[in-house]
């Protein structure tokens, strides 16, 4: 057989093997996303947590399982550039208009790129692209529901809710509709907005995350439109809405980088991505993507908006803000609202933890409940950057103590693996520059972060200030790995107490410390609070400081039971908001 001809039917045969591959994980992805409703009407929540695990390790296994059929096939053209480059023009043309060919796109990618040991892009074996806007192409709309005023804003959130279908009945259907119409009246009120309600549009499908049915929409009047985020809950009594959100900041901090991915059944997730962005015109489509569930997407679209933005960026990569990590090199363009992190070679004794532990624990956290309170770290692999971005000294650090992770190959920068996260300010350098009601507040929602963590079977290890940040919306969140571990492993004690003078005064303990042993009551002695601070961490959030607090939260978590994290205010406290709002 000509040797062009058999070239053109292997990749033929090869695009169609990698299209069914990509088939075959959508379909599964699908069909885990669509247990969803059934999780949530039978309130089974450890059956939601699992099945968020288990989308999330879908793509991997897929790949995984794809390359190595790939290798079988093709033996020693496993590798073969020019059959692969046949492979690629064979597939674009296979999966020309298809949804979201984007999604299609990057598994083929990941599939070359784990074939070949990619440095950087190869846009002869991969797509690339990265000047592509991935909304550009969206010409059709998200699935909705309109629902039109018809003089009666009560009878308009009567309809809208009376759609859904669920077996599970309302615990008080009137009550829920009156709360979320007076939400709207008081946020229109307090926005001095007098016209009234036009219409309501919501995203067919209903949004589910672990314990909570989302919907989602905007709202519509004549010269304004709002965002609509209506939280809904199923008790033992029934439905119920338990919380309704106005405001971009707090829809924004419900689809944040800080919280696990939804699971809502999407035709065209790109046509909600352009809907989600009408509400949140601040979010990036790259955390878009990926709270959506297709996390790949998303690290594709961030890779793309960091591609774009160093074309026409007048900085260089620098040191991050904050003190040194012992672990970590952590550098930023401080143009690009992201910081990048690299392993170092050698992690200090103090840290009791080896670089291969450290990894385990950034893939714990992708796998785990963020509950609002730990940043998702995407992790990259083989990254190429130019070298005269770097600023020298950060360039010096890491060749000289990340150099297993970071090395030059011609005028670039080679990061062999990288973590790239959201940028956030330092607890400890907010607390320097703030006033004091920002500072009260900061304290105050440190403790909250901690408490939110564990309720999710998560000790942050360093609770020193310098290992969490603040988020443009106020909320303090840890972004340090290295130390933190399940609650469920740690051995909570009381410390005991010296029974001489020169028990006291040795600098180790005189007592047996087990790896994992937590004494709670000295958190306090290593956060730098005043009097005041102090008093109220103590007066708020004093169980921390506790064994007690600590066993009681590790055997709810032992005897199974799911301890909820919500990332907004429940109904109950919004109603006093809103009441205390309106009589201003």
């Known amino acids: 057989m000509d040797e062009a001809l058999l070239l053109a039917r292997i990749a033929e045969d090869c695009a169609g093997r990698i299209a069914d591959a990509f088939a075959a994980y959508d379909a599964e992805f699908r069909a885990i996303t669509r247990r969803a409703p059934l999780r949530f009407e039978m309130r089974d929540w450890k059956g939601s947590q699992r099945d968020a695990v288990e989308r999330i390790e879908l793509y991997e296994r897929h790949v995984g399982r794809t390359v190595g059929e790939l290798k079988r096939q093709l033996g020693e053209r496993a590798l073969d550039r020019e059959l692969w480059k046949a492979i690629r023009?064979?597939?674009?043309?296979?999966?020309?208009?298809?949804?979201?060919?984007?999604f299609t796109r990057t598994f083929f990618s990941s599939i070359t790129r784990r074939l070949f040991g990619t440095v950087g892009v190869d846009p002869d074996i991969e797509f690339v692209a990265t000047e592509l806007d991935p909304?550009?192409?969206?010409?059709?709309?998200?699935?909705?529901n309109v629902y039109r005023n018809r003089g009666s804003l009560v009878l308009l959130i009567e309809e809208l809710l009376g759609d859904l279908r669920f077996h599970s009945p309302w615990r008080d259907f009137e009550r829920s509709v009156a709360q979320v119409a007076s939400a709207i009246t008081v946020r229109l009120h307090l926005l001095g907005e007098r016209r009234a309600v036009d219409s309501i549009e919501l995203i067919r499908p209903v949004f589910y995350q672990l314990t909570r049915a989302y919907l989602v929409g905007r709202i519509d009047g004549?010269?304004?439109?709002?965002?609509?985020?209506?939280?809904?809950?199923?008790?033992?009594?029934?439905?119920?809405?338990?919380?309704?959100?106005?405001?971009?900041?707090?829809?924004?901090?419900?689809?944040?980088?800080?919280?696990?991915?939804?699971?809502v059944d999407l035709e065209r997730v790109g046509e909600a991505v352009v809907f989600l962005k009408s509400?949140?015109?601040?979010?990036?489509?790259?955390?878009?993507?990926?709270?959506?569930?297709?996390?790949?997407?998303?690290?594709?679209?961030?890779?793309?908006e960091l591609m774009r933005h160093l074309a026409t960026a007048g900085d260089r990569f620098v040191h991050a803000p904050g003190e040194r990590g012992l672990v970590m090199v952590?550098?930023?363009?401080?143009?690009?609202?992201v910081v990048f992190k690299v392993i170092r070679d050698r992690v200090p004794p103090q840290k009791n933890v080896l670089p291969h532990e450290v990894a385990a624990k950034y893939q714990l956290v992708f796998r785990h409940d963020r509950a609002g309170r730990l940043i998702d770290a995407q992790e990259f692999r083989r990254m190429r950057l130019p070298r005269a971005l770097f600023d020298p000294e950060l360039l010096d650090e890491l060749l000289s103590e990340a150099s297993a992770n970071a090395h030059l190959e011609g005028t670039d920068v080679v990061l062999e693996h990288v973590y790239i996260e959201r940028r956030v300010r330092p607890l400890n350098l907010h607390m320097q520059a703030s006033d004091r009601a920002e500072r009260l507040r900061a304290v105050l929602d440190y403790g909250q972060c901690i408490r939110d963590l564990a309720y999710t079977n998560i000790f942050a290890g360093d609770l020193l200030l310098k290992n969490f940040g603040v988020t443009r919306h106020g909320r303090v969140i840890f972004y340090d790995y290295d130390e933190l571990c399940l609650v469920t492993d740690c051995n909570f004690r009381e410390l005991p107490q010296a029974t001489n003078h020169e028990d006291e005064m040795r600098a180790e303990p005189w007592f047996y410390v087990a790896d994992n042993d937590i004494f709670p009551e000295t958190f306090l002695r290593f956060l730098p609070f005043d009097d005041e601070e102090r008093e109220l961490?103590?007066?708020?959030?004093?169980?921390?400081?506790?064994?007690?607090?600590?066993?009681?939260v590790k055997q709810r978590h032992l005897d199974g039971e799911v301890l909820e994290v919500m990332p907004y205010r429940p109904q109950s406290q919004q109603e006093r908001l809103l009441r205390a709002a309106a009589l201003q």
């Not at 952590?330 to 609202?337: E, K, M, R, W």
Request: aromatic share 12%.
């Open 89 to 102: 023009a064979s597939f674009a043309a296979r999966i020309e208009g298809l949804p979201d060919n984007e």
């Open 135 to 144: 909304l550009a192409s969206i010409s059709s709309r998200v699935v909705t």
């Open 222 to 263: 004549r010269g304004f439109r709002l965002p609509l985020v209506i939280a809904l809950r199923n008790t033992e009594q029934g439905l119920l809405v338990d919380a309704v959100m106005l405001r971009e900041d707090e829809v924004s901090i419900v689809f944040g980088f800080t919280r696990s991915y939804y699971h």
């Open 279 to 304: 509400i949140l015109p601040r979010k990036p489509v790259s955390e878009l993507f990926t709270v959506l569930g297709r996390a790949k997407q998303g690290k594709t679209e961030r890779f793309r």
């Open 330 to 337: 952590c550098f930023t363009l401080p143009s690009f609202d």
């Open 537 to 552: 961490f103590l007066r708020v959030h004093g169980e921390l400081l506790t064994p007690h607090f600590w066993n009681r």
